[in-house]
């Protein structure tokens, strides 16, 4: 993101609903007993990982994401583990 007014909005409680939309939207192909099956209850980007969708590797997604002009982006924390 090339612009430095970054802006950040924390919504509390909405993690769950957004991880949801993200899961609908990415991973609505899959019934909930196959994303349980490859853990993405623990990391979304199992996704991939276990190739359960076409997606771009290393240098190539490097460089995908650095041409899109980004106007927002969400960021998931797992607060859990940063306590400890």
């Given amino acids: 993101m090339e612009n430095t007014d970054l ?3 924390e919504i509390p409680n909405w993690g769950r609903y957004l991880r949801g939309k993200w899961l609908e ?3 609505g192909h899959l019934t ?3 994303q349980k099956e ?3 209850n623990s ?9 359960k969708t076409v997606c771009l590797e290393k ?3 490097v460089k995908a ?7 927002k982006c969400t ?9 400890s």
């Fill in 32 to 34: 909930h007993d196959e």
């Fill in 65 to 71: 994401f650095e041409r899109l002009k980004k106007h």
């Fill in 38 to 40: 490859i853990y993405m």
């Fill in 43 to 51: 990391f979304l980007w199992h996704l991939c990982s276990y190739e």
């Fill in 59 to 61: 240098e190539e997604a």
């Fill in 75 to 83: 960021i998931f924390i797992n607060l859990y583990m940063m306590d």
């Fill in 25 to 27: 939207n990415f991973a």
């Fill in 7 to 9: 802006k950040v909005l």
